[in-house]
Structures are given as C-alpha cells and as structure tokens.
C-alpha cells in the first residue's frame, strides 16, 4: 500500500476551471464549448497543476469523443453543492459502452487510436489524494458526464497578532 501525501494549498476552483476552458476555447470552431460558473468564489484544497491537468485530460477526451459526423457540444460546469464543489464536463459524444464502465480509470486502458490510457488513471489518483471523487455518466451514442467532486475548504481572513 503506497500512501498518497497531500499536495496543494486552498486556491479558487473557479479561477482554475475558467482558465483551462478558455485555453480550449480559442481554437474551436468544430465544437460548441460553454461554460456555466457561480458568482461566488470556492475554494478548494488541491495542486494548481494537478487540477489543470485533470481538466486538460476530461476536456480533452471530450473533444476526442466526438464522431466526425456530430457537431460537437461540450459543457463545463462548476457548482456547489453543501460543502463539495462540482465539476462536470459534459459531451455529446459517442458515450462509454456499459462493458467498459469497470475499466474506464485502469491504467493503459484505452478507446481511442491514440494516446497511452493513463490520463483517467492518473485523474482518479490525483482527485482521490485530495480526498475527491472523480466518476462518470454514461448513455451509448448520445454522450458522457465526468464529474469531479472536491472538499470546500473555508477561507478565513488572517487575525492580528
């Protein structure tokens, strides 16, 4: 059993999300990208670029997903729910076949041409060293939601000592 420290420091998960999307964004014209965020800011405790790369790899395979014949439509979502932050990229790809649930965050598991199949399996490591959870919805041929659940951490302003 390897023990996973936790890496990271509070930072706003809205900051991070808006900036990842909108490096996306800008060179799409084949795929409808929106982005729905709250007014206010949470904050979570998790690695800058730990979560950057999460979100680059569930946007990614989002795009990937998407037939050659579909317009693609992708939305990235950010909500709170009691004390948790909700991430969710939602595609309407071509969906995770019910058979292949099981392997979707094993390592070298792949269904694309490309690629090496770490990124899910280094996503899951990743959200769960931080006490996260990170899972998917999926329908065959209509698309997929991955949803990226982290603790909120309460920003307390310093005392005066």
């Known amino acids: 059993e390897i023990g996973v420290r936790l890496v990271g ?3 706003c ?4 999300v808006k900036s990842v999307f909108d490096f996306f964004n800008e060179g799409s014209e084949l795929i409808d990208l929106s982005l729905e965020l709250p007014e206010n ?4 405790f998790a690695d800058k670029n730990h979560l950057i790369q999460v979100l680059n790899n569930l946007i990614k395979n989002a795009t990937q997903a998407i037939p ?3 317009r693609g439509n992708i939305i990235v979502s950010l909500h709170q729910r009691d004390q948790t932050a ?3 990229v939602k595609d309407n790809g ?3 076949a019910e058979d292949k649930w099981n392997k979707v965050f094993v390592p070298n598991f792949t269904t694309k041409n490309s690629g090496t199949g770490l990124g899910l399996a280094i996503s899951k490591n990743i959200i769960e060293s931080v006490d996260g959870k990170i899972y998917f919805e999926s329908i ?3 698309g997929t939601d991955f949803f990226v659940e982290l603790p909120i951490v309460e920003i307390r302003p ?3 000592v």
């Open 13 to 16: 998960i809205r900051d991070r």
């Open 158 to 160: 310093m005392e005066e």
């Open 94 to 96: 071509t969906g995770i």
């Open 140 to 142: 065959v041929d209509e």
């Open 9 to 11: 420091s509070e930072m």
């Open 68 to 70: 050659d014949h579909r």
């Open 86 to 88: 909700i991430i969710k």
């Open 41 to 44: 800011q949470i904050f979570v």
